[in-house]
């Protein structure tokens, strides 16, 4: 007897009938089984494919609403009196960022209960789209030394109107502290209320709900715990002010806040960008980490989504190299291969036009005397045949920025923020006749209440000068000195009478703690042919 499929014992199987009847059953229930499998299986693709487009419509009204509570809340605040020219122009509460935000909220989960969090704080500025050049400048608090004011008038520093009218400046105060938000705000605007007015600056600050929880991140690279925080937020900071700037132009250069630009630097990036044939990703104008990188606009948001992917795990400028070896690079050929290749898609520029001036990093701690061989020194000073003198400073000098050097027209002076009392002085050797003192070609130098005396060298007059006070429509010191001149607007110039007689010294004297170092490119000292 052979054993059918279902039988169970053979001693069941009494006529040729009874089997062939419980095996059509058992293939009935079976064909039952598997219909009833199949329509619970469509029936939950049916549910999942409406739940997703019930999701997708409840986002979408959602959306919508936040939208309309938006614009009333806008609304609102525009109807409410903001006379005060100290407060915010305006709340940027409509502009969608440039990315698909479920990639967004895929790497940064807490967004989802934080839906402005993706928005702009604060906007201070005009708005400003349609341009060719964005710039970008992430700015944090610093614990000895702040040099966004320097950097923005190196950035700004002869730009044509043209120039000015086909770029935008945004400077992203990566802050949650209002107070200190407010501060440097009000410090670019005393600054620059003519460049913010027009549009050519904005300053923008993320809300606090954008940053995740920063305090259990995972020590790699052998950095430190506080290390591995500083340049995990700092790649969250890159990602936001790269969003926000993507859609305003149609290229994005990048930027950090303590830098100077060579004159003419727009035009060049132009003209090198306008060079290439071939496709490329980034256009470096610097060799140092994230400085003076050049994108196109639209490449940002798959930029953006590469480095949240990654934002705990490395530094901005190893994410980058690591974006262009996904795209280029062979696993199966060698790294001289691979690096061939990425330099197609990362193009240097030399001379580079950005250098990094700054000394204390945003890191607290940290000193970086970083600096770009490739920029050189020529455009950063002017030398003039200026008469021998001994000079003289009490202020501190930075490395081989030394008064010496700036007044032989080798090198410009740098030294550390000025205070109240101090002083640079040029003594000449030989007394002089000066038909004119000052540094006419460099605006960008920086001296803030700080005037132009000269030394008389003449005792007798010296002393007439302290017994009776000023002479010859100078105001005179009690040691001797008239003032002929001050610095306005990073120019000093004085012009001195002739009826004064020769020249012992001239001297700059600072009146008051300055906010920024002391930059100085040039020292013109005229004599007298007669």
């Not at 950035?155 to 109107?161: P, V």
């Amino acid at each position: 007897m052979r054993l059918r499929p279902g039988a169970l014992l053979p001693a069941l199987c009494l006529g040729a009938a009874v089997p062939l009847l419980w095996y059509a059953a058992w293939q009935r229930s079976r064909g039952n089984e598997l219909d009833m499998y199949q329509s619970q299986f469509l029936e939950l693709r049916q549910r999942l494919l409406y739940a997703e487009k019930e999701n997708k419509k409840r986002s979408h009204e959602l959306s919508s609403a936040l939208d309309e509570i938006k614009h009333v809340v806008a609304k609102r605040m525009n109807l409410t009196n903001h006379t005060d020219d100290t407060r915010w122009k305006m709340l940027n509460l409509t502009r969608k960022l440039p990315m698909h935000l479920t990639n967004m909220y895929y790497y940064l989960p807490h967004l989802r209960e934080y839906e402005d969090a993706i928005f702009p704080d604060i906007i201070f500025g005009r708005q400003r789209t349609g341009v060719s050049l964005v710039m970008g400048i992430p700015t944090v608090k610093r614990e000895k030394q702040d040099y966004l004011i320097n950097t923005l008038h190196s950035l700004l520093y002869e730009l044509s109107e043209e120039q000015k009218n086909d770029c935008v400046i945004i400077i992203f105060v990566a802050e949650v502290n209002a107070q200190y938000v407010n501060r440097v705000a009000e410090s670019v605007k005393t600054s620059f209320s003519t460049e913010i007015q027009s549009g050519v600056l904005e300053v923008i600050s993320p809300p606090a709900s954008y940053y995740p929880d920063l305090s259990n991140l995972k020590k790699t690279l052998g950095d430190s715990e506080d290390r591995v925080r500083w340049r995990t937020k700092q790649n969250l900071d890159y990602s936001f002010l790269m969003l926000y700037a993507q859609p305003k132009g149609t290229f994005y250069l990048q930027l950090e806040d303590d830098i100077i630009a060579k004159p003419g630097y727009i035009q060049s990036i132009k003209d090198f960008a306008a060079k290439q044939s071939q496709e490329w990703m980034i256009l470096e104008f610097s060799q140092l980490g994230f400085i003076g990188k050049l994108f196109k606009s639209e490449d940002l948001p798959l930029i953006v989504d590469f480095f949240l992917m990654f934002y705990k795990d490395k530094p901005i400028d190893w994410l980058m190299d690591h974006l262009l070896w996904v795209k280029v690079c062979n696993p199966e050929k060698d790294a001289i291969h691979c690096e061939k290749e990425k330099a197609k898609l990362r193009i240097r520029a030399k001379p580079s036009l950005f250098q990094h001036v700054g000394i204390y990093s945003s890191l607290a701690g940290k000193i970086q005397n970083l600096k770009d061989k490739d920029f050189g020194q020529s455009v950063l000073h002017k030398a003039h045949n200026n008469p021998p003198a001994k000079v003289d400073t009490s202020l501190r000098i930075y490395q081989q920025y030394t008064l010496e050097k700036v007044y032989k027209g080798k090198d410009w002076f740098w030294a550390s923020a000025p205070v109240a009392g101090d002083y640079i002085s040029f003594t000449f050797l030989n007394p002089l006749k000066v038909e004119k003192s000052g540094n006419m070609e460099h605006p960008g130098d920086k001296l803030f209440n700080t005037t132009v005396e000269v030394l008389p060298a003449d005792e007798m007059l010296r002393k007439e000068l302290v017994d009776n006070g000023g002479k010859f429509n100078y105001p005179a010191t009690k040691d001797g000195y008239l003032t002929i001149g001050a610095f306005e607007n990073g120019i000093a110039e004085g012009s001195v009478d002739q009826s004064i007689g020769k020249i012992q010294a001239i001297r700059l004297l600072v009146n008051s703690d300055s906010p920024v170092w002391a930059i100085i490119s040039e020292v013109l000292i005229k004599a007298s042919e007669n």
